[in-house]
């Protein structure tokens, strides 16, 4: 018989014999900015996480830095919206003056951008929108015009969140017409329709007008799709990959890391953290244990990048 609790007995030997440690460059902190001044507004579904005007971002970067994480990503919350979503390329956009900010004053931090128009669109939809249907095509143009515009800002890398068909080669075509061939681009390839994004849409202010996302966004009970979706996207160009949310998908996260020889990203998504959260606050969960078990989960399945609002925390408890 095979004793493997030698190998488990204290606390010397089972650190000696782990397998999947996390490190605080796995974290991508996640950060609301809002047009205004003066402002830092807690997201009430998301205890710990707030909007901030760019003349108190430094509270929260003065934090990253601290912490050493791998970077941040930016969600810009602008005044105002309509429906070709124009804030989102504007050159003095609520995004594009935030990535000045932080380039001008903290230029360690690494930026990636998000790329989707739902938070600057009057419809809250991703894309381009005709009558109730979200055109594909039609929003590529837009989609490419937001990643130079925050390329030129100083942006570090592009994540396209929109799941229209065909739109990393477009922005990798434009980032390189642009001269920015050096820049990445990490995919949001296998983005599910999830019911656990709602605490996000109430801090990005971007839940949809009319109708739903499962048009574009993929139907949670399909696993061989999403993994055809991610091979589209390295075809395309992507440099990284995602896989969004986390928990329930670690399979699809897992069969990726098995297919693919690319670097994975994992998003551990808004209501996620929020159960976490809500369950702490009751004295249900151990909050500590809980997000360490979580997260290393995630880099165990395969994630090279973890995204997650439990970022400065987490880099504590390691």
């Known amino acids: 018989m095979y004793r493997f609790r030698r190998l488990r007995r204290d606390e010397r030997i089972r650190s000696m014999m782990q397998e999947t440690r996390l490190h605080p460059k796995d974290f991508i902190y996640p950060i609301f900015v809002i047009e205004g001044e003066n402002i830092k507004n807690q997201v009430e579904s998301m205890p710990g996480i707030y909007q901030y005007s760019i003349d108190r971002l430094s509270e929260i970067l003065e934090q990253v830095k601290e912490a050493d994480i791998g970077g941040i990503m930016l969600f810009g919350i602008p005044l105002h919206k309509d429906p070709q979503g124009s804030q989102a390329y504007a050159e003095d956009g609520i995004t594009q003056r935030a990535v000045r900010f932080i380039k001008e004053n903290c230029p360690e931090i690494y930026i990636v951008v998000d790329i989707c128009l739902c938070e600057y669109t009057s419809h809250g939809h991703c894309g381009m929108v005709h009558g109730e249907e979200i055109l594909n095509d039609e929003t590529l143009p837009y989609l490419v015009k937001m990643a130079v515009s925050l390329a030129e800002a100083g942006a570090d890398m592009a994540a396209p969140s929109d799941m229209m068909d065909g739109r990393v080669a477009a922005i990798r075509e434009g980032l390189d017409l642009a001269g920015f061939t050096q820049m990445p681009i990490m995919a949001y390839s296998a983005k ?127």
Do not use: C
């Open 192 to 318: 599910f329709a999830s019911a656990y994004y709602g605490p996000f849409r109430d801090a990005a202010h971007s839940a949809p007008g009319f109708g739903d996302r499962k048009s574009y966004q993929m139907d949670f009970a399909n696993g061989q799709e999403a993994i055809r979706e991610i091979a589209a996207d390295i075809e395309e160009g992507a440099d990284i990959v995602m896989v969004k949310p986390a928990l329930a998908y670690l399979d699809v996260l897992k069969e990726a890391a098995l297919t693919f020889d690319v670097p994975l990203a994992v998003y551990n998504v808004s209501g996620e953290y929020a159960m976490v959260k809500a369950a702490a606050a009751k004295g249900w969960i151990d909050e500590k244990r809980i997000v360490m078990e979580n997260l290393t989960a995630m880099k165990r399945a395969g994630a090279k990048v973890i995204i997650t609002y439990h970022a400065l925390d987490a880099v504590r408890w390691i």
